[in-house]
């Protein structure tokens, strides 16, 4: 039986089939050399291309063992997975309300795959909005778990394995999906696929080329999720590999959140310097004001919403 999950277990060191990766954009082979080394992750830069990622990492079947029950209330939600994804449903979802409107500004319709679509939240909010919605989740924790009024229309799997229709998708959405993808442009290959010609990809990732990544360093809140987080792209590598793939992009913006006042001062831990006194010392005044709980919208600039049309006919 596998140890149950929880971030205190994660010891890639441990983990006896760990591989090596080559590049998912170019295919080079891992550089000897790590360019850091994180919770006892390597993080590798691509000798040809640029693009980080954790390599050696385990085998596939590894990896979705994080994505138990644990996974979505963690007990320790910055070395993996989320604090109490469910309890802050209506954060999400009204995070989710603002981007729809990104992704179809005036003109809603037609048929939405979500990829990584946790409990349906975004789903949920694409039906509001007026489109036809299917979720595809690998976490059978997460669909089993997801609202009644949307489970249905939940699959569990990986998207490489799926078996969706080609040329029938208006609105692909991989929001917090492709930094976990074991390979990134494999999936953008299969969202041309399956998407119309005119039909829009909407990408949600974390830009490892932002300014709070490049002043961050090794410490930045992405590079801290072992067997979680596995490539690092900054948004000018993948817009570059969206449109080599004819994914053309149309739009971007930094994809803030709606969350409580408190939570951006939560990231920070002990070996983050001086920013952990400092962020203790916020949570506390907020605390004696009585605004922890406020709800605000926090937006770091260091998450990437990228908006990419496939070609037209
Ligand atoms: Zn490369």
Known sequence: MPKPFHPKNLNLADVSEAEDVPCCVCGAPPPGKAEFVVQTQRVVRCPICGLQRVSPRPAPAVLR?????????????????????PGDEANIRRTFRRRIKRVAPGHGGGLWLDVGCAYGFLLLEAEQAGYEVQGLEWSE?????????IRGRIRVGSFQQADFPENAWDVISFWDYLEHSPDPKADLLKAYRLLKPGGRLSIVI?????????WMGPRWEEFKKPQEHLYFF??????????SLGLTPQGREWAG?????DFALSRFKRGDGILFPVARAGRFMLKMMGLEACVI?????????????KERA
């Open 65 to 85: 063992q994080v994505y138990g029950a644990d996974y979505w209330k963690s007990p320790d939600s910055v070395l993996a997975g989320y604090t109490d994804y």
């Open 141 to 149: 924790a997460a669909a089993a778990a997801a609202p009644e009024a």
């Open 206 to 214: 974390p830009d490892a080329g932002s300014r709070l990544a490049r």
């Open 234 to 243: 900054t948004g000018k590598q993948l817009a570059s590999l969206c449109a």
């Open 257 to 261: 959140k709606y969350a409580r006042l």
């Open 297 to 309: 919208y926090v937006n770091p600039r260091d998450k990437l919403h990228l908006l990419c049309q």
